[in-house]
């Protein structure tokens, strides 16, 4: 490079500027091919949160699912690791709620989906940068192949009090109105991405593979009500989106929606997973 480099100073020193940008356009075209080679990759050293990504298998009464996250988390960055399978049957799913996580700009969000069974678990799926140990998250780039993806499975009692105690993110859960085969086809979409991902890594794209337009496109499969909107580009205006699709909170207004939704600390994380979902719910149960 740095004889190219002289190359091209050389040139421009002569004056002939036709063959600067020729010199100038090969490098480009150089360098896009190797960066448009380099491959994402399953095998690096991970950062521990993100070292599992979520799989699944069928088994005789529904679906396995390998790799849920319940971490213990004692500082934003510091957690006692632990990981669990769980099996879950895929029509018993009894809700599906939107939790979003801002911090700094409102109407920059991360986007969770959270699907509840009729036992009272929940399971949360989280499309995230796959960093590894050391790595520091830059939106910079996420445009530019720095970063592999990764969808994260998790308890409720892990991620979300994540955000809501450690990290001091404004937190929301919104519950969207889906028909029953719709919570079970956003459901194996999660469960087909996660198992894709597990053989065929993918970059994370701050713009187009993230962890709102990746749901998106999952929705997108099963309704043509969905449709592409500024707000997928501003996830912390997507429960005004929803609002107006019908699919959440009906009879409300966005004031009262947004009230009831809003998830303060949680305190000490002592609950076991089943009372901390329900709890994180109260004001969706009990009238207003």
């Not at 075209?29 to 050293?45: E, K, M, S």
């Not at 049957?89 to 969770?112: C, F, K, Q, Y």
């Not at 939106?139 to 892990?158: K, N, P, Q, S």
């Not at 519950?175 to 065929?200: C, S, T, V």
């Amino acid at each position: 490079m740095a004889l190219v480099a002289l190359r091209m100073v050389s040139l421009a020193i002569a004056g002939n500027w036709r063959a600067v940008w020729r010199w100038m356009g090969l490098c480009a075209l150089v360098l896009f091919g190797w960066w448009y080679g380099i491959t994402p990759r399953n095998d690096r050293d991970w950062m521990p949160d993100v070292s599992r990504g979520v799989t699944a298998e069928p088994v005789a009464n529904g679906w396995r699912l390998h790799n849920i996250r319940n971490f213990d988390w004692t500082t934003e960055t510091d957690a006692v690791p632990a990981w669990y399978d769980l099996t879950v049957d895929p029509d018993r799913i009894t809700s599906v709620d939107m939790i979003l996580s801002t911090w700094g700009n409102p109407d920059i969000a991360h986007t969770l989906v959270s699907f509840g069974f009729e036992d009272g678990q929940h399971v949360v799926f989280s499309t995230e940068t796959r960093k590894e140990k050391g790595e520091i998250y830059s939106t910079l780039g996420g445009f530019f192949r720095l970063y592999e993806l990764v969808l994260i499975a998790a308890d409720e009692r892990d991620i979300v009090r994540l955000r809501t105690d450690l990290r001091g993110e404004q937190v929301a859960l919104y519950p969207i109105d889906l028909a029953a085969e719709q919570r079970k086809a956003l459901f194996m979409a999660f469960l087909d991405y996660g198992n894709d991902l597990a053989e065929n890594p993918k970059w994370y794209n701050t713009l187009t593979a993230n962890c709102t337009t990746v749901p998106y496109m999952m929705v997108r499969k099963f309704s043509d009500r969905v449709t592409l909107d500024r707000r997928m580009m501003l996830p912390g205006r997507l429960p005004e989106y929803l609002h107006e699709l019908g699919v959440l909170a009906k009879g409300h207004d966005m004031a009262e929606v947004r009230k009831r939704a809003a998830l303060g600390p949680q305190g000490p994380g002592g609950d076991d997973s089943h009372a901390f979902s329900a709890r994180i719910r109260a004001k969706w149960t009990v009238p207003r």
